[in-house]
């Protein structure tokens, strides 16, 4: 059982950075490999970024790409999730998930989810 906890969602303007955290507890959370998605008003919930449970390995949907950064450190049970350059687009709440792949299918385990609203 793996229990994951978000912050540092907000409020941000055009062009802004947020960082937000994911603290996970419980058994083998070094184990899992990490990801983050997202899901605003209306749609399904997308993915956003993944990375290993070594950190050798990221990757990040297009449409944040060159913006986003997910790291992760197994020592404090922690991964996060830098963004930079924020768009009104990537307003959503925004979910840290223990699993593998690109799609909510692949994960097992969640958290509650941290809003973050980027306005023009």
């Known amino acids: 059982q793996v229990q994951l906890v978000e912050s540092g969602g907000g409020v941000a303007q055009t062009g802004d950075s947020l960082r937000l955290s994911c603290a996970g507890s419980?058994?083998?959370?070094?184990?899992?490999?990490m990801g983050w998605f997202r899901q605003a008003p209306g749609k399904e919930r997308e993915f956003v970024a993944t990375?290993?449970?070594?950190?050798?390995?990221?990757y990040y949907a297009d449409s944040v790409k060159g913006r986003f950064t997910i790291s992760r450190d197994n020592t404090r049970n922690t991964e996060w999730l830098q963004m930079n350059n924020l768009k009104p687009e990537d307003t959503a709440i925004y979910y840290c998930?223990?699993?593998?792949?690109?799609?909510?299918?692949?994960?097992?385990?969640w958290g509650q989810g941290t809003q973050v609203t980027v306005s023009s």
């Open positions: 990375i290993t449970w070594n950190s050798t390995n990221t």
């Open positions: 419980g058994r083998n959370f070094h184990g899992y490999a």
């Open positions: 998930a223990a699993g593998i792949g690109v799609t909510p299918g692949g994960y097992k385990y």
